[in-house]
T-cell receptor, first 111, second 114 residues
Framework: RKEVEQDPGPFNVPEGATVAFNCTYS??????FFWYRQDCRKEPKLLMS???SGNEDGRFTAQLNRASQYISLLIRDSKLSDSATYLC????????????FGAGTRLFVKA | IAGITQAPTSQILAAGRRMTLRCTQD?????MYWYRQDLGLGLRLIHY???????GKGEVPDGYSVSRANTDDFPLTLASAVPSQTSVYFC?????????????FGSGTRLTVV
């Protein structure tokens, strides 16, 4: 089993739709969690951190479920510009060598 | 410059040749990392450095070496390139040993080994 697993998609949604991505992780000792966005042929960029209490940034909401070991990202009112690959990232302790990136979920938002 | 600069942006390299990928940051981040990204596999850590003068091996270190002579520079060297090292290479940095605030990535180097 991969340490961090995501549905690769692609997810094809119309503008204005709500779309949710899930990500599961295998190490219960994982400490911090992130969602990154990566546009085609570009570098990943931090979208948001994920906290136990959940957090929201505009149209984006991230949730963490430690008991079930998954994190989620909800995008409301999808825009064409949301089309990208979304990477789930799990850090298992101090030190960058314990940061694991998921392979990403591809999202296409269509007019 | 602002952030992380990688060079070259792309390269076609003959197998067996030696190559150094350059990475420079101007954010005074302590920690720096090299990742490779292959289709369907996600980003995999090659080497990392928590602070100038120290380096460590990541998940896929074989065939690669790094050095960290100062805070700003973190070059990655392929001693004798092989086709399996064809990939997109990203350099990243963070302001602590753990990426509490997230990583900043360079724009990547696309390497093709033929």
């Amino acid at each position: 089993r991969k340490e961090v697993e995501q549905d690769p998609g692609p997810f094809n949604v119309p503008e204005g739709a709500t779309v949710a991505f899930n990500c599961t992780y295998s190490n219960s000792a994982s400490q911090s969690f992130f969602w990154y966005r990566q546009d085609c042929r570009k570098e990943p960029k931090l979208l948001m951190s994920v906290y136990s209490s959940g957090n929201e940034d505009g149209r984006f909401t991230a949730q963490l479920n430690r008991a079930s070991q998954y994190i989620s990202l909800l995008i409301r009112d999808s825009k064409l510009s949301d089309s990208a690959t979304y990477l789930c990232v799990v850090n298992m302790g101090t030190g960058g060598f314990k940061t694991i990136f998921g392979a990403g979920t591809r999202l296409f938002v269509k007019a | 410059i602002a952030g992380i600069t990688q060079a070259p942006t792309s390269q076609i390299l003959a197998a067996g040749r030696r190559m150094t990928l350059r990475c420079t940051q101007d954010m005074r981040h302590n920690a720096m990392y090299w990742y490779r990204q292959d289709l369907g596999l996600g980003l995999r850590l090659i080497h990392y450095s928590n602070t100038a003068g120290t380096t460590g091996k990541g998940e896929v270190p074989d065939g690669y070496s790094v050095s960290r002579a100062n805070t700003d520079d973190f070059p990655l060297t392929l001693a004798s390139a092989v086709p399996s090292q064809t990939s997109v290479y990203f350099c990243a940095s963070s302001d602590s040993g753990g990426p509490k605030g997230g990583y900043t990535f360079g724009s990547g180097t696309r390497l093709t080994v033929v």
